[in-house]
């Protein structure tokens, strides 16, 4: 009787064990996650003009959004931010794989009334007939990539012509400053019972930092700007983080776009949740500090130069003189 309760409890044991996929020979197996968690190549930081320190914790999957300041300081999206390079302390690599983010990156701007130095604005409007509203709008960095601005106002029911351009100073072509449009659209709304829609002025990446935008009010009170944003477009860095000390590098103009096994895998390398870290503020590496300065070096250069070539004439003209004296056989 015992001897067929134990048979039949070991074929019910093997049942179940043959249901989850076991056999007897067989144990569960821990699930292992595969990363590509090995180093890159170790990486000499001193050609990169930038250097940030990324927020430290766990080892794991993470993100890193690129801000205004990466996008403005790296080779950016149109040469597929060839610059950047993560390194550990001890400057080896540690490979990543760059996507686009399904939004762009937003940031707000301060509009500021303003009256234009360019002299073609100096026309009042009792000439020209039309009235204008200036104003002056800061970028954060120059040379950002795609960047548009978003204007928002209160006003229900309006008609506005807009300018966007560039103060620019005077050069061969120009005795005074000048305006550069960059771009002219047409604002409007209708509907008293909802509020306007913003409107997205895209312009192209500028060398400065300051824009003129001119709102044409016709006969119209000014129209109020309520709300200024630029909008840039949104990359990131999945990689993962080591646990330790790490530093997000760019500013390298020579520099050619990483070769990392793990691009050769993405995305299925690095699938899973990833928590989302940034970077410290920007550090300006600093270069050596030369013993003399160019200008004092190219000085004292010609300096001794002069003082040679005299050295040489005196010389030749003492030699000249000593046999001119010897008297004649």
Known sequence: MRAGTAAVLAVLLFTCRSAAGQTPESSPV????????????????????????????????????????????????????????????????????????????????????????????????????????????????????????????????????????????????????WFESLTKVFWQHADPRSPAPPIEIAFRRQPGRELLLIVEEGDNRPLPITGTRLLLPGWQLRFFHTGGSLRLLYGRNEATEPRYDVAMLAPSAMKGLAREITAAPETVATAPTALVSPRIFWAGLSAAVVVLLALIVRLISSGTARRSSQPGP
Do not use: C, W
């Open 30 to 177: 821990a699930a292992n996650p595969a990363g590509p968690q090995e180093r890159g190549a170790p990486l000499d930081p001193a050609g990169f003009q930038y250097q940030r320190k990324l927020l430290e914790g766990p080892p794991g999957l993470v993100l890193l959004p690129l801000d205004a300041a990466a996008l403005a300081h790296s080779q950016g999206p149109l040469r597929t931010f060839a610059d950047i390079r993560i390194v550990d302390e001890q400057d080896v690599q540690v490979p990543y794989v760059l996507e686009q983010r399904p939004a762009r990156l937003t940031m707000e701007l301060q509009v500021r009334k303003t009256v234009p130095r360019a002299r073609e604005f100096a026309t009042k409007k009792g000439v020209t007939g039309i009235a204008r509203s200036f104003y002056t709008i800061t970028l954060p960095y120059e040379n950002l990539p795609e960047p548009s601005l978003t204007l928002e106002t209160s006003e229900a029911i309006f008609l506005r012509a807009l300018e966007l351009g560039v103060q620019r100073p005077a050069d061969r072509r120009h005795r005074d400053e």
